[in-house]
């Protein structure tokens, strides 16, 4: 399974757009990106996932650029219930293993 | 019904007991998982059952024994476990069979505490 690379932590102040980046430079050609956060004291929440092209739905947008060594999720207008630990994953459906690394803590801040 | 559930929500047991944490979803998913998750650490995957059968065992210890009566219920058996098991043990599940099985729908866990 290709590994991910996130910053640890971030902040963005409430009402802007918070970019969460991730590296994924040794992801295949057969396996997706997949974003996930957990908000403090629940389970993970699927957000998004894409395999090429750009994605948008009505949590985010997720950007994959034309090489996919590397991908953005977007909160277009993030609010203080978005605080929480973002985990940008490569899934393959060969091993069907969804595997979390350490994630990105994001803080909004009023 | 997009919900998955897992009971009890805590449970606090010695070395020596026998519990079970429960899990159960009614999406019709046939593919459901546990995870374990340490204090500040990421969900590390245990097992996964696919219609019904164990198809990944990360190779967890003995003293973790998972069981799926049918493919609704996940249960996970506990017995002679040692204080560092202590954790939030995370059930989820996936719709199964090739489609978009990378999302999957978590319970909100059960904090395990072991004395």
């Known amino acids: 399974d290709a590994k991910t690379t996130q910053p640890p932590s971030m902040d963005c102040a409430e009402g802007r757009a918070a970019n969460l980046p991730c590296n994924h430079s040794?992801?295949?050609?057969?396996?997706?990106v997949y974003w996930y956060r957990q908000i403090h004291s629940q389970g993970p929440q699927y957000i998004i996932h894409?395999?090429?092209n750009n994605e948008t739905n009505e949590m985010a947008s997720l950007i994959i650029t034309e090489d996919r060594k590397s991908s953005t999720l977007i909160l277009p207008h993030a609010t203080l219930r978005d605080t929480a630990v973002y985990y940008c994953?490569?899934?393959?459906?060969?091993?069907?293993?969804?595997?979390f690394g350490q994630g990105t803590t994001l803080q909004v801040k009023p | 019904d997009t919900e998955v559930t897992q009971t009890p929500k805590h449970l606090v047991m010695g070395m020596t007991n026998k519990k079970s944490l429960k899990c159960e979803q009614h999406?019709?998913?046939?593919?459901m998982y546990w995870y374990k998750q340490k204090a500040k650490k990421p969900p590390e995957l245990m097992f996964v059952?696919?219609?019904?059968?164990?198809?990944i065992n990360e190779s967890v210890p003995s003293r973790f024994s998972p069981e799926c009566p049918n493919s609704s219920l996940l249960n996970l058996h506990l017995h002679a476990l040692q204080p560092e098991d202590s954790a939030l043990y995370l059930c989820?599940?996936?719709?199964?069979?090739?489609?978009?099985?990378?999302?999957?729908?978590f319970g909100e866990g059960s904090r395990l505490t072991v004395l």
């Open positions: 989820a599940s996936s719709q199964g069979s090739g489609r978009n099985t990378g999302e999957l729908f």
């Open positions: 040794t992801i295949s050609g057969n396996e997706y």
């Open positions: 894409g395999l090429k």
């Open positions: 994953i490569v899934w393959s459906g060969n091993t069907g293993k969804l595997i």
């Open positions: 999406m019709g998913h046939r593919a």
């Open positions: 059952y696919s219609y019904e059968k164990l198809s």
